[in-house]
C-alpha cells in the first residue's frame, strides 16, 4: 500500500521553526509562526485561563462524550461574544452555532457542511489569503475563486477591484472575508467598506463566509466584530467561524466554532441537523477541556474582566510595537515608507521585500520570515527591535 509514496515538501512556517531552534546566532528572531508571544518571547497560558482550569480540575465530575455540537454553554456564550447578546436574541432560532477542533475545524466542518448542501460551491476567497484555507475548503470539494485583495505596492486594499469581483458572484456562491486583522497583510474593510460589502450581497444574493480568528486582538471584542454583526443583522444568510486560539491563547486545545444563521428557523433547523451529522461523520465529537474553559471565563463576571484585560494588554502591545517598528526603520535613513505598519491590525504584517532580499535576512542575520516578506509582529521585543530595523536596512541598502 505505502511503497509508491512520494514525501511532500515541509510547511514552510513549520521548516522556518525547525531551522530557528537549531540556529545557534543568539541574536536570532522568529518572526514566522503566528502565535502571540509576550515581551520574553514565551506563549504563556493567560491568567483567567489558569483560573479556570483550577476549577475545573477542582469541580469537574466526568469526563464522558460531548454531542457532535459541543458544549450547549460554550456555543451559546461564544454567540454571544461573537454576535453581541442583544443581536444573539434577535436571531433566535435562525442561528446555530457548534463547537469546532479550532478554527481549522471551523472551517473544513464548514466547507464539509456546504458540499452537502450544493457540491461544488463556489467560494471567492481574498488575495493574498491564510494559505491553509485553500486545502481546508477546497479539498472538502469546494471551487476555490480569488478576488483581489492587497496591493503590495501602495499597501492598501485594493476594495474596488474587489467589489467588482466578488460582484460576479451570486446566490448559491459564498464570498470569504477575513472578520479583522486580516492574515497575511493586516490591512482590514473599514465600517464603510463593510456596509458596501452588506449592500452588495443583498443585491447579489452571495453567502458570506467570515473567518474570525483574531477578534479582540485589532481594536476591541466589539470592534472586531463589526463586519460580522452587520452582516448577521441585514442579510438572511451568514457563515462564521470563530477562533479561540488567539484570544484565549487556547492554540493547543483546539477551541473554535461555526455559526450559521439561516433566513428562516426551519432551514436553521434543517442546517444544525446537517451539521450535526457531518461533524459526527469527520472526528465525531469536539474536545471539551478548552470550550469548558472559555465557557467558565465568559461566564464569571471576575474571570472574564481578567480575559478582557489582560487581552487588552496584548492588543497594546501589539499595536505599540507596530508603532515602534516604524520609529526604529525610520531612523535607519531608507528612502521608503513603512508608515502602512502602524496603521494595520493584528499581528501581521508584509514587510514589502523579495524573496531573495528575506533569504539573506534568514541566512546573514538569523531573522526568520516567510518568502513573502509577511512578519508576525508579536515575535519583536525591545531587545531585538534595533538589530531588526538595522538588519532589514542593510539588506535594502545592499
Not at 466526568?62 to 460554550?74: C, D, L, Q, R
Not at 515575535?379 to 538589530?387: H, K, L, M, R, V
Request: charge should be negative; charged fraction near 20%.
Amino acid at each position: 500500500m505505502f511503497e509508491r509514496l512520494n514525501p511532500l515538501s515541509a510547511d514552510p512556517i513549520l521548516g522556518l521553526m525547525a531551522a530557528h531552534r537549531t540556529d545557534p546566532n543568539p541574536r536570532k528572531i522568529d518572526l514566522g509562526v503566528g502565535v502571540y508571544k509576550d515581551e520574553q518571547g514565551n506563549t504563556a497560558v493567560m491568567r483567567a485561563v489558569k483560573a479556570a482550569e483550577a476549577r475545573l480540575l477542582q469541580n469537574q465530575t466526568t469526563k464522558t462524550y460531548v454531542s457532535p455540537a459541543g458544549s450547549a454553554a460554550f456555543n451559546e456564550r461564544v454567540a454571544d461574544l461573537v454576535l453581541g447578546t442583544t443581536l444573539r436574541h434577535t436571531l433566535g432560532d435562525r442561528r446555530t452555532t457548534f463547537q469546532t477542533p479550532g478554527g481549522c475545524g471551523g472551517l473544513r466542518l464548514a466547507a464539509e457542511f456546504i458540499q452537502k448542501v450544493k457540491p461544488g460551491s463556489k467560494i471567492l476567497v481574498s488575495d493574498p489569503t491564510w494559505a491553509n484555507h485553500i486545502p481546508l475548503l477546497g479539498e472538502a470539494g469546494l471551487q476555490i475563486e480569488t478576488y483581489p485583495y492587497y496591493d503590495h505596492n501602495n499597501h492598501g486594499i485594493r476594495f474596488d477591484a474587489m467589489m467588482e469581483q466578488i460582484s460576479t458572484a451570486g446566490a448559491g456562491d459564498l464570498v470569504l472575508l477575513h472578520g479583522c486583522c486580516h492574515n497575511p497583510c493586516g490591512a482590514d474593510l473599514n465600517q464603510a467598506q463593510w456596509q458596501a460589502v452588506a449592500e452588495l450581497a443583498q443585491r447579489k444574493g452571495f453567502t458570506p463566509f467570515i473567518d474570525l480568528a483574531y477578534q479582540g486582538l485589532g481594536d476591541g471584542l466589539a470592534d472586531d466584530s463589526f463586519g460580522v454583526r452587520l452582516l448577521a443583522e441585514t442579510l438572511p444568510e451568514l457563515i462564521v467561524v470563530s477562533s479561540c486560539s488567539k484570544n484565549f491563547g487556547l492554540y493547543r486545545e483546539r477551541t473554535g466554532s461555526l455559526t450559521v444563521i439561516a433566513d428562516s428557523s426551519n432551514a436553521a433547523r434543517a442546517a444544525t441537523s446537517q451539521i450535526s451529522a457531518t461533524a459526527r461523520g469527520i472526528y465525531s465529537m469536539p474536545p471539551d477541556h478548552g470550550a469548558s474553559v472559555v465557557a467558565e471565563i465568559l461566564a464569571d463576571t471576575e474571570l472574564n474582566q481578567d480575559w478582557e484585560l489582560e487581552l487588552t494588554e496584548v492588543r497594546e502591545r501589539i499595536n505599540n510595537l507596530r508603532s515602534a517598528l516604524v520609529v526604529e526603520l525610520n531612523k535607519q535613513g531608507l528612502d521608503r515608507d513603512f508608515s502602512f505598519i502602524e496603521q494595520e491590525k493584528g499581528m501581521f504584517s508584509f514587510l514589502g521585500l523579495s524573496a531573495g532580499q528575506v533569504h539573506t535576512l534568514i541566512n546573514d542575520y538569523s531573522i526568520y520570515l516567510v518568502d513573502s516578506s509577511r512578519i508576525n509582529i508579536a515575535g519583536i521585543n525591545s531587545s531585538n527591535i534595533e538589530y531588526l530595523a538595522q538588519s532589514i536596512a542593510a539588506v535594502l541598502k545592499s
